[in-house]
């Protein structure tokens, strides 16, 4: 059974930082094509970075030089340390794993999801 445990949300000023945790059982980190999402209200979930098995990453255009992915596989943890955050940053922020293949920022390319964890930037 896989579970994805997200945590680190909160609330920060713009400007601040924050790191998200994806706690994972049931899937290796390592070996496990994983990504990081957000949603808002009423928009579809949007791809913010993945992890891929051979360690390359990939960012949205949205926030690449301000956030970076990256993974403890002692802990088999994956995170996201997210920094110079903006207004527009604030969603639910989700861990997945699980992928079916095709784009790695689609949200139905992917099986397993966490519950999710707020962020948000007030500015």
């Known amino acids: 059974q896989v579970q994805l445990v997200e945590s680190g949300g909160g609330s920060v000023q713009a400007g601040g930082s924050l790191r998200l945790s994806c706690a994972a059982s049931?899937?290796?980190?390592?070996?496990?094509?994983m990504a990081w999402f957000r949603q808002t209200p009423g928009k579809e979930r949007e791809g913010v970075a993945v992890?891929?098995?051979?360690?390359?990453?990939g960012y949205a255009d949205s926030v690449k030089g301000r956030f970076a992915i990256s993974r403890d596989n002692t802990k088999n943890t994956l995170y996201l340390q997210m920094n110079s955050l903006k207004p527009e940053d604030t969603a639910m922020y989700y861990c997945?794993?699980?992928?079916?293949?095709?784009?790695?920022?689609?949200?139905?390319?992917?099986?397993?999801w966490g519950q999710g964890t707020q962020v948000t930037v007030s500015s």
């Open positions: 049931g899937v290796t980190v390592s070996t496990s094509y």
């Open positions: 997945a794993a699980g992928s079916y293949g095709g784009a790695w920022y689609v949200s139905t390319n992917y099986r397993y």
């Open positions: 992890m891929m098995i051979s360690g390359l990453m």
